[in-house]
């Protein structure tokens, strides 16, 4: 049930954000339509990630969530090959549009992280918590976040700004938001919480993403930034 009232509680923000993006924009600045399948995909996504609130068995032994992510992911891939969304929309293909200042971003990204990593080491991790770190959070999250969600809200959204080469809408900076309420924001016992650090260490790095993202047309970069931003501090 807590489950279940957290993210309510997230889609109903999300809808409350699109209505008074709505009211300030006039006429055409915001299609429910596109606002609506947003909100459900975020349902869609959450219910997989918990295995429908835990009601589904999990199959896949091991210490971290294997079959929600891929399970969320698998969701992620399927309703990007509609007709309605598209792969290429999606950023899916592998194919970089404008690979050279993403790079040096990712560069820099990438020592940003092996320099938290050395200020705070982590304690020795198992192999399948570097397996995983590796693998599951960057694919399933960034294919959904920089990938599915970004286009759906992208399109409920009309208005953009033109702001380091890429166009900004309401959509973009909605993902960021929704990404870091889902690693800060929750309910548990009737009482909710709402962390502010984690908030701003997952929302903020994935406006990077984004930005990455709408540059290249492609999700590989924000991939590979976000695993490695995951597990260097299990290397170092």
């Known amino acids: 049930m807590d489950g279940i009232l957290s993210i309510s509680a997230i889609v109903a923000l999300l809808l409350a954000a699109g209505g008074v993006i709505a009211l300030l924009g006039g006429r055409g600045a915001v299609s429910f339509r596109w606002l609506l399948v947003a909100a459900g995909l975020v349902l869609l996504n959450d219910a997989l990630l918990t295995r429908v609130y835990r009601l589904v068995p999990d199959l896949i032994p091991g210490d971290w969530n294997w079959q929600g992510k891929i399970l969320a992911l698998l969701a992620t891939l399927a309703i990007a090959a509609l007709p309605a969304f598209g792969w290429r929309a999606s950023g899916l293909p592998l194919r970089q549009a404008d690979p050279k200042a993403p790079l040096v971003v990712a560069g820099l990204y990438a020592l940003l992280f092996v320099g938290l990593a050395l200020a705070f080491p982590n304690e020795h991790a198992t192999t399948e918590t570097i397996a995983f770190q590796l693998t599951m959070p960057g694919l399933e999250e960034e294919a959904f976040y920089r990938g599915l969600l970004l286009l759906?809200?992208?399109?409920?959204?009309?208005?953009?700004?033109?702001?380091?080469?890429?166009?900004?809408?309401?959509?973009?900076?909605?993902?960021?938001?929704?990404?870091?309420?889902?690693?800060?924001?929750?309910?548990?016992?009737?009482?909710?919480?709402?962390?502010?650090?984690?908030?701003?260490?997952?929302?903020?790095?994935?406006?990077?993403?984004?930005?990455?993202?709408?540059?290249?047309?492609?999700?590989?970069?924000?991939?590979?930034?976000?695993?490695?931003?995951?597990a260097a501090s299990l290397f170092l």
């Open 152 to 230: 759906a809200l992208d399109r409920a959204f009309t208005g953009r700004a033109r702001l380091l080469g890429v166009d900004w809408s309401w959509g973009a900076a909605l993902s960021c938001a929704l990404f870091g309420l889902a690693h800060a924001f929750g309910i548990s016992k009737g009482e909710v919480s709402f962390e502010p650090l984690a908030f701003v260490l997952t929302a903020g790095p994935s406006l990077i993403g984004v930005w990455v993202r709408l540059r290249t047309g492609s999700i590989l970069l924000p991939i590979l930034m976000h695993n490695f931003g995951n």
